[in-house]
């Protein structure tokens, strides 16, 4: 329970409020603080990356990445394939929630 109220109080949102709830303000990350798990690296698609890069640039970033705290560096959670579109861009810093998730 500490912990949970703990994190409220960081601003830290749990990762099933997050997806129900897109009305939350989103944050703004420096990409090169976030760190991919190999297994999700596994699952990139080129192709799909590509896609949202051009869409990018067309209307912008439309959904935020969700991301959880790890020390002094943040944890990709969801969003691979933006978050890859955004470094193919040249972009520094991604749109993304502060979430609460399990480790796996």
Do not use: W
């Not at 329970?1 to 990762?15: C, H, V």
């Not at 997806?19 to 999700?40: Q, T």
């Not at 990445?65 to 560096?73: E, F, N, S």
């Amino acid at each position: 329970m500490e912990r949970r109220n703990a994190a409220r109080k960081a601003g830290i949102i749990p990762l099933q409020y997050a997806a129900r709830n897109p009305g939350l303000r989103s944050e703004i990350f420096p990409i090169a603080d976030i760190y991919v798990p190999v297994k999700r690296r596994a699952t990139l698609d080129p192709a799909r990356v590509r896609e949202i890069a051009e869409s990018m640039l067309e209307v912008g970033q439309q959904t935020p990445i969700l991301v959880r705290p790890d020390g002094k560096r943040f944890v990709l959670v969801e969003g691979l394939h933006r978050l890859e579109a955004c470094k193919e861009l040249g972009e520094t810093t991604i749109r993304g929630y502060l979430v609460q998730a399990r480790r796996h």
